[in-house]
């Protein structure tokens, strides 16, 4: 319990992230304003039947955040959480831990697309759906979107970038649930719950927001991917950690 109550000692992996994704946002932001390119297009995660889809950006994404606000809580959140971690497991294993929740993120991200854009076509004519994919990108480029409502769900589908370590995050704070489940956790500090109720409710309404659809700027199942993913990986590092006794 001794980890938990020293976060700020900064560990190497968690201090190394925090530098990369505060790098990452300011190189988006002066590159956009200065120079008008968009990282977004070329390191947010996209859907992989859109022509702006590159296999690096399943990895990328995760570096990669939509406002200072994103960044701000994601960060936070690795800095408590992920510090106290990364001080029990090393940062070796918590280094492989945070990539393959993002990376989990990202696939179940990739699959809800795919559902959710097949969704979409079955409501619309065939030539209705070669039309938005013909020309849906160069007014998404622009800044813009149809007006009609199921192509300009179809066209944000294909074309909008997923980005942020949400993810991971989500998977860190899994992590804390399981290896510390009775710690206090203080929401807007002032509120104490312990820490595997507060990861059941907020699973809960990841997932409420995620099925309902509320909030669809949000990758609700991205966070969920990264909570299962990292709820396999730890089950699987005590299966094998068991035989190898």
């Known amino acids: 319990m001794n980890y ?4 700020y000692s900064m560990p190497l992996v968690v201090k190394n992230l925090l530098i990369i994704n505060g790098v990452c946002f300011l190189a988006t932001m002066l590159l956009k304003s200065s ?3 968009d990282l977004y297009k070329i390191f947010g995660l996209h859907y992989f039947g859109s022509e702006l889809f590159k296999p690096w950006q399943i990895f990328t994404y995760l570096f990669m955040h939509g406002d200072f606000t994103h960044l701000f809580f994601n960060m936070f959140a690795l800095w ?3 510090s106290t971690i990364e001080n029990v497991w090393g940062s070796k294993r918590f280094m492989n831990y945070y ?4 990376l989990g993120a990202g696939l179940i991200q990739m699959i809800v697309l795919v559902v959710r854009i097949s969704m979409l076509k ?3 004519q065939p030539d209705e759906v070669e039309y938005v994919i013909a020309n849906g990108l160069e007014i998404w480029n622009q800044g813009k979107n149809y007006s009609h409502q199921l192509y300009g769900d179809l066209n944000k589908a294909i074309n909008m970038a997923t980005v942020g370590a949400s993810g991971s995050v989500f998977g860190l704070l899994l992590a804390f649930g399981m290896m510390f489940p009775d710690s206090k956790i203080y929401i807007y500090f002032l509120l104490p719950i312990k820490a595997k109720w507060f990861v059941i409710i907020y699973g809960a309404i990841e997932l409420f927001y995620g099925v309902s659809g ?3 700027g949000v990758a609700h199942f991205a966070h969920l991917g990264g909570m299962l993913f ?4 730890i089950r699987y590092w005590k299966s094998k950690f068991k035989s190898e006794e």
């Not at 938990?4 to 976060?7: D, K, L, T, Y």
């Open 214 to 216: 509320t909030q669809s």
């Open 230 to 233: 990292g709820f396999l990986l």
């Open 4 to 7: 938990i109550r020293s976060p």
């Open 80 to 82: 408590i959480f992920g």
């Open 122 to 124: 079955r409501n619309m």
């Open 35 to 37: 120079l008008g390119i």
């Open 99 to 102: 990539l393959i929740c993002g």
